[in-house]
């Protein structure tokens, strides 16, 4: 860590730098090809808020991105070990989490976040914390937890209500999925947009106007307050449109405890999340999402590994005529490659006792059957190429089959 008599401040993931007319740049750049929240982030987060608070000649703080994104979530490298500690442990982890963000919501000066491409997780948790946010045009922003079996854990459920309102809330946690930079700035979670190359000159001017009218103060006002609109049948709508069925319990989760919480102020409605958050971390949904999360990515990588400088098979094997095994036979054959595509004799009868009984049950054009197919009316289409096949002594091949295997 560097720090001097100009508030500069360097640590591992972001440097603080300071500009004309007092106003100061939080640049974050965390090791990596993209910006995730770590503990490193967390703790220069706190150093650089600090040096802010110590200098009085700052009189803005503009917190943006190095890279293309501005932050796309927690780092998932470190849920494993969240994950495994115990309830009571996870919601004070939590709660000393959320007092780094509130450290900035409560920052002396007015605060501009800056956001370049996707602000996904705990990245829009973060921009939600400044008094006033730029989206790129091109950006997203959005609420994953749920895909992992969770919900959001550092304010999420908390600011995104009383911004945007319960609905646009519940369905942007409950769905995970992100919206575009027209939808974020018309449900108020971005003040406005601009065009990626203009996004700087456009956090400046709008930190300017916070500066000279001092209406960020009301913007505080609102994240502190309960929820202003809390009509419970937004709340029954959207247990209604919740399909995550009995054994992914983080919608529902979510839902009971924005319902819960949004009768409160910030401080009770934080710590009903963190409480609510070491709960839902702790389920087995959680747990099967998160492992289920790693090997997909070890298996994308090693697979990634295997490929890299492989040349393309001419001929492959694949043990099964029925419709999966007829299927990567047909892929793999458009694909140029030569075919031999295996089946066992148990295999083949089995399918052909089952077509056989399937066809005596229900005979074309029979009463209480489904009447044979028109013929098409137009042109026949061309039939799609087969793949090759080869012979193997021993086994039946053939390019298709209509049963399974």
Same mark, same amino acid.
């Given at each position: 860590?560097?720090?001097?008599?100009?508030?500069?401040?360097?640590?591992?993931?972001?440097?603080?730098?300071?500009?004309?007319?007092?106003?100061?740049?939080?640049?974050?750049?965390?090791?990596?090809?993209?910006?995730?929240?770590?503990?490193?982030?967390?703790?220069?987060?706190?150093?650089?808020?600090?040096?802010?608070?110590?200098?009085?000649?700052?009189?803005?703080?503009?917190?943006?991105?190095?890279?293309?994104?501005?932050?796309?979530?927690?780092?998932?490298?470190?849920?494993?070990?969240?994950?495994?500690?115990?309830?009571?442990?996870?919601?004070?982890?939590?709660?000393?989490?959320?007092?780094?963000?509130?450290?900035?919501?409560?920052?002396?000066?007015?605060?501009?976040?800056?956001?370049?491409?996707?602000?996904?997780?705990?990245?829009?948790?973060?921009?939600?914390?400044?008094?006033?946010?730029?989206?790129?045009?091109?950006?997203?922003?959005?609420?994953?937890?749920?895909?992992?079996?969770?919900?959001?854990?550092?304010?999420?459920?908390?600011?995104?209500?009383?911004?945007?309102?319960?609905?646009?809330?519940?369905?942007?946690?409950?769905?995970?999925?992100?919206?575009?930079?027209?939808?974020?700035?018309?449900?108020?979670?971005?003040?406005?947009?601009?065009?990626?190359?203009?996004?700087?000159?456009?956090?400046?001017?709008?930190?300017?106007?916070?500066?000279?009218?001092?209406?960020?103060?009301?913007?505080?006002?609102?994240?502190?307050?309960?929820?202003?609109?809390?009509?419970?049948?937004?709340?029954?709508?959207?247990?209604?449109?919740?399909?995550?069925?009995?054994?992914?319990?983080?919608?529902?989760?979510?839902?009971?405890?924005?319902?819960?919480?949004?009768?409160?102020?910030?401080?009770?409605?934080?710590?009903?999340?963190?409480?609510?958050?070491?709960?839902?971390?702790?389920?087995?949904?959680?747990?099967?999402?998160?492992?289920?999360?790693?090997?997909?990515?070890?298996?994308?990588?090693?697979?990634?590994?295997?490929?890299?400088?492989?040349?393309?098979?001419?001929?492959?094997?694949?043990?099964?005529?029925?419709?999966?095994?007829?299927?990567?036979?047909?892929?793999?054959?458009?694909?140029?490659?030569?075919?031999?595509?295996?089946?066992? &004799? *148990?295999?083949?009868?089995? !399918?052909?006792? @089952? +077509?056989?009984?399937? #066809? $005596? /049950?229900?005979?074309?054009?029979?009463? =209480?059957?489904?009447?044979?197919?028109?013929?098409?009316?137009?042109?026949?289409? &061309? *039939?799609?190429?087969?793949? !090759?096949?080869? @012979? +193997?002594?021993?086994? #039946? $091949? /053939?390019?298709?089959?209509?049963?399974? =295997?």
């Amino acid at each position: 860590m560097r720090q001097d008599a100009m508030t500069g401040f360097e640590g591992a993931t972001m440097r603080l730098t300071r500009g004309a007319e007092g106003v100061a740049r939080l640049i974050i750049e965390t090791p990596g090809p993209m910006n995730t929240l770590s503990a490193a982030v967390h703790a220069d987060l706190a150093r650089a808020l600090a040096a802010v608070e110590a200098d009085a000649s700052v009189t803005g703080l503009i917190l943006t991105s190095a890279r293309e994104d501005f932050v796309v979530g927690a780092d998932i490298g470190e849920f494993a070990g969240l994950f495994a500690l115990e309830e009571a442990e996870i919601a004070a982890r939590c709660r000393a989490l959320n007092e780094g963000f509130r450290a900035l919501e409560d920052l002396r000066v007015p605060t501009v976040a800056a956001m370049p491409g996707m602000a996904l997780g705990g990245g829009l948790e973060l921009a939600l914390c400044c008094d006033a946010r730029v989206l790129s045009e091109s950006g997203r922003v959005g609420l994953p937890e749920v895909s992992l079996g969770v919900f959001p854990g550092l304010g999420g459920t908390v600011r995104v209500p009383r911004l945007a309102g319960v609905a646009r809330a519940l369905e942007m946690i409950v769905s995970g999925r992100p919206v575009d930079a027209a939808q974020a700035c018309a449900a108020g979670l971005v003040t406005v947009t601009a065009p990626p190359d203009a996004l700087e000159t456009a956090a400046e001017r709008l930190l300017a106007g916070l500066i000279a009218f001092g209406d960020w103060r009301q913007a505080r006002a609102v994240k502190r307050a309960p929820v202003a609109d809390r009509d419970p049948a937004l709340f029954a709508a959207a247990r209604n449109a919740d399909r995550s069925g009995p054994h992914q319990p983080a919608a529902r989760m979510a839902i009971d405890l924005v319902e819960r919480s949004a009768a409160m102020d910030r401080a009770g409605a934080q710590e009903a999340e963190c409480l609510g958050f070491a709960q839902v971390a702790t389920t087995r949904a959680a747990a099967s999402l998160t492992q289920m999360f790693f090997a997909q990515r070890a298996v994308a990588k090693a697979a990634k590994a295997a490929a890299a400088g492989a040349a393309a098979p001419a001929r492959a094997g694949v043990l099964g005529a029925g419709i999966m095994g007829g299927g990567i036979a047909y892929t793999l054959a458009l694909s140029g490659i030569e075919v031999r595509l295996g089946d066992m &004799p *148990a295999a083949r009868s089995t !399918r052909r006792e @089952r +077509r056989s009984k399937g #066809s $005596s /049950r229900a005979k074309p054009g029979a009463a =209480g059957s489904m009447p044979p197919p028109a013929p098409p009316s137009g042109p026949a289409s &061309p *039939a799609p190429p087969r793949p !090759r096949a080869s @012979r +193997r002594p021993g086994w #039946s $091949s /053939r390019p298709w089959s209509s049963g399974s =295997g």
